[in-house]
């Protein structure tokens, strides 16, 4: 199983894992993303706010490999990248998790743990003993022993799915986690779980960028909260040396 991370000096001398410098994006003749730049740390939570169309999920796609950017840098564990696809990304151990999650209810969670990167014995035969003990071993490590790695996917809460997505960006070694509003859709209860869960993550050295509208949630979890406006960066602020009426003016321009 992947070890959990700590920083090292590997992750950027100055304790920076993702370095971005004057990012841009257009389509056609829209300006999507406008010279943003921001650096994500390692036992961070860095929430990311803006209105609809403030270009949260271009600057994902962009870090992500989903799109190429027309301006700036991408730099990672202090080295420059330019991604082709989104699996360039994974490789380097950048993982999005999004709404729908990419989970296969028909499956149980060992077998979306390992989904397309099935382990094998020696002899090449599918190694179903090895990979429900390490998924059992990895939802312990997050504090999540009570769900079972045999469970189907489908019957399982959607705080549940969220962890075992979650649990399967772990597993494969991300180091950098987006997380575009994981807790939308969610019961009060799962909510809360879901936000400690980002919690554990931060503790364990992975570089958290939580995207979500509710402020309440981005407050509660985040260490920096980041606002765009219309493509381009409208702020950065220690989330204890700020409130929710400076961020909302903000993300709507005003400063």
Request: hydrophobic residues 45%; negative net charge.
């Given at each position: ?195 400690e869960l980002i919690g554990r ?55």
């Open positions: 199983m992947a070890d959990q991370h700590t920083m090292t000096p590997a992750d950027g001398a100055d304790g920076a894992l993702l370095k971005v410098r004057g990012l841009s994006k257009r389509f056609d003749h829209v300006v999507a993303l406008d010279g943003v730049s921001f650096e994500a740390h390692g036992n961070e939570v860095l929430g990311l706010v803006g209105d609809n169309g403030a270009g949260k999920s271009t600057l994902i796609k962009l870090v992500s490999g989903v799109h190429r950017p027309n301006a700036g840098e991408i730099v990672f564990a202090d080295q420059q990248v330019a991604f082709a696809t989104p699996r360039d990304s994974r490789e380097r151990g950048i993982e999005v998790i999004y709404q729908d999650m990419a989970l296969v209810d028909e499956l149980e969670v060992w077998e979306n743990v390992f989904l397309g990167r099935l382990l094998r014995t020696r002899v090449k035969t599918i190694d179903r003993r090895r990979m429900v003990a390490e998924a059992a071993e990895l939802l312990e490590s997050l504090g999540l022993g009570s769900l079972s790695p045999t469970a189907q996917v489908g019957y399982l809460s959607g705080g549940q799915k969220k962890a075992v997505a979650i649990s399967r960006a772990l597993y494969w070694d991300a180091r950098l986690l987006f997380m575009d509003e994981p807790t939308a859709a969610l019961a009060v209860v799962e909510i809360g779980k879901v936000l993550l931060r503790d364990t050295g992975v570089a958290v960028v939580f995207v979500s509208h509710n402020l309440l949630e981005i407050f509660s979890t985040a260490d920096r909260i980041m606002v765009l406006h219309r493509g381009q960066l409208a702020g950065i602020r220690q989330t204890g040396e700020t409130d929710q009426d400076e961020i909302i003016k903000l993300m709507m321009g005003v400063r």
